[in-house]
């Protein structure tokens, strides 16, 4: 399904991919995946469904930047490991 063009939705689903720690366009994916189950089809309805979904995320109080960051890092007793081809 093409992107719509609205600025205002964009910078919502921006939005939503800094606090998922995601990129742009898997917000995008999310918010349209979502918008099909509930059967949203305006840009209206889905600008409001990204911010409801921002809402959601900042409500959970997850910090998921923090998140991923600390599963990025290496326990002390696999530093060293490391996979052959």
Known sequence: MPAPSDRAYATACGRLASALGISQASARRRVDLRA???????????LLLAERMLAETEAS???RGDLLSRQLISLASEENFMTED
């Open 61 to 63: 109080g997850l910090d």
């Open 36 to 46: 099909l189950r509930e059967g949203l089809r305006s840009s209206e309805e889905k």
